[in-house]
């Protein structure tokens, strides 16, 4: 028998209060030393209810992987390339850098961590990781199709350099109380700059 709308529905809700609550968890105490009873209590629900949804933390892991993958590649598709390739990645590195919560960077970090100590859960952040780089990489190779910045670039060693350093900030806000993440995208878009040999603002490039 299929299930009803609401039915669906209120499951739904439910995957998205356990996967919140687990966030929650994972941001104060760690993934490793967060237990299932803990995350029960978060959600305030039943451990046999809880295991309906998710037999592990795992599980749960992949679940908040799955979930900011489709919001990441929600955020790639509609990107407006039409207003040119810095200003589309300006607005993800605002997005990123500055505007997420201090709980959300917590929780990224503890992840990349307990991926050295789970072989499920690398897996699902290597997956992850290799989306955005898709994702980045496809985003500079549409950009030089139509000229914007030139077609001889490595993009992939581009794309690294990127992640490299948006995974540096990440960093610096998890570890130091009152980074100003934000004030460091102007040098990112410096560095971007130089590194898709586009020149700044005002000058113009040289031929020779």
């Given amino acids: ?30 993934f490793h030393s967060t237990s299932m009873q ?8 039943s451990a046999g209810n809880l295991y309906r ?6 599980a749960i892991i992949a679940g908040i992987a799955e979930r900011d993958r489709a919001e990441v590649v929600a955020e790639f598709e509609a990107a407006d390339l039409s207003r040119g390739l810095l200003a589309t990645l300006e607005g993800l590195a605002r997005h990123h850098f500055a505007e997420r919560s201090d709980e959300q960077i917590a929780l990224c970090i503890e992840i990349t961590s307990e991926s050295h100590r789970s072989p499920e859960v690398a897996r699902i952040y290597q997956a992850f990781d290799a989306e955005v780089r ?3 990489s496809g985003m500079l190779r549409f950009a030089a199709g139509r000229g914007e910045i030139p077609s001889d ?29 934000g004030a460091m995208i102007p040098m990112f878009m410096g560095i971007t700059r130089h590194l898709l040999r586009i020149p700044p603002d005002g000058v113009k490039e040289s031929n020779e």
């Fill in 134 to 136: 898709a994702r980045i």
């Fill in 53 to 58: 949804y998710f037999p592990s933390k795992e």
């Fill in 153 to 181: 670039l490595d993009f992939d060693a581009i794309t690294e350099m990127l992640l490299i350093m948006a995974d540096g900030v990440w960093m610096r806000r998890a570890i130091e109380p009152g980074f100003d993440a």
């Fill in 1 to 30: 028998m299929a299930m009803s709308p609401a039915v669906k529905q209120r499951q739904s809700d439910r995957r998205v209060d356990i996967l919140e609550a687990a966030q929650r968890c994972f941001a104060r105490h760690g």
């Fill in 38 to 45: 803990q995350i029960c209590a978060e959600a305030g629900m």
